[in-house]
T-cell receptor, first 115, second 109 residues
Framework: DAGVIQSPRHEVTEMGQEVTLRCKPISGHNSLFWYRQTMMRGLELLIYFNNNVPIDDSGMPEDRFSAKMPNASFSTLKIQPSEPRDSAVYFC?????????????FGPGTRLTVT | RKEVEQDPGPFNVPEGATVAFNCTYSNSASQSFFWYRQDCRKEPKLLMSVYSSGNEDGRFTAQLNRASQYISLLIRDSKLSDSATYLCVVNLNTDKLIFGTGTRLQVFP
């Protein structure tokens, strides 16, 4: 079975440009999470969705960040305009809400570099 | 204070050694606990859940002390392939997982 799919795997962009990260969760999973990981701050939850509805976006750093989930099989995280401090690895994860253990399955991540 | 605190390490141990990692959490209402493993430049993956009674999975043993708000992971007979970062994870009975910043383990021959 396919796991969580993210694209692109690597993104290098210049400050001020718009960046769009994409995620396809595992089929049948109804919760989707966007995380950011840096050496300094570790793994931070940015936003998560249940049944395509945003539930908690308190981790979104500022208005430059936005996320959507138009259907159960696709989500995007957009940064506009991007800044060098946004450089990080962005992970998408999915889970089946209601199952014991709350195990989350992570995608391979998108490594973003903003110059 | 961080919600989940871990010693970042690194822990450098020889093959065959026993190594233990600790983790403390700040919210006494935390309900579920996990250890995730993250290899270099890879995504985190669930290693094991942590139960109140303690649980074992092969060479790995996890313990929970609710009174002290403390979680541990013991690895026996370390292998080179155990080299990774181990993330302590806490859940407040919601969909959110709170991750520690991880403890790095390096097993050498």
């Amino acid at each position: 079975d396919a796991g969580v799919i993210q694209s692109p795997r690597h993104e290098v962009t210049e400050m001020g440009q718009e960046v769009t990260l994409r995620c396809k969760p595992i089929s049948g999973h109804n919760s989707l999470f966007w995380y950011r990981q840096t050496m300094m701050r570790g793994l931070e939850l940015l936003i998560y969705f249940n049944n395509n509805v945003p539930i908690d976006d308190s981790g979104m750093p500022e208005d430059r960040f936005s996320a959507k989930m138009p259907n159960a099989s696709f989500s995007t995280l957009k940064i506009q305009p991007s800044e060098p401090r946004d450089s990080a690895v962005y992970f998408c994860a999915s889970s089946q809400r209601g199952q014991g253990g709350y195990e989350q399955y992570f995608g391979p991540g998108t490594r973003l570099t903003v110059t | 204070r961080k919600e989940v605190e871990q010693d970042p390490g690194p822990f450098n141990v020889p093959e065959g050694a026993t190594v233990a990692f600790n983790c403390t959490y700040s919210n006494s209402a935390s309900q579920s606990f996990f250890w995730y493993r993250q290899d270099c430049r890879k995504e985190p993956k669930l290693l094991m859940s942590v139960y109140s009674s303690g649980n074992e999975d092969g060479r790995f043993t996890a313990q929970l002390n609710r009174a002290s708000q403390y979680i541990s992971l013991l690895i026996r007979d370390s292998k080179l392939s155990d080299s990774a970062t181990y993330l302590c994870v806490v859940n407040l009975n919601t969909d959110k997982l709170i991750f520690g910043t991880g403890t790095r383990l390096q097993v050498f021959p």
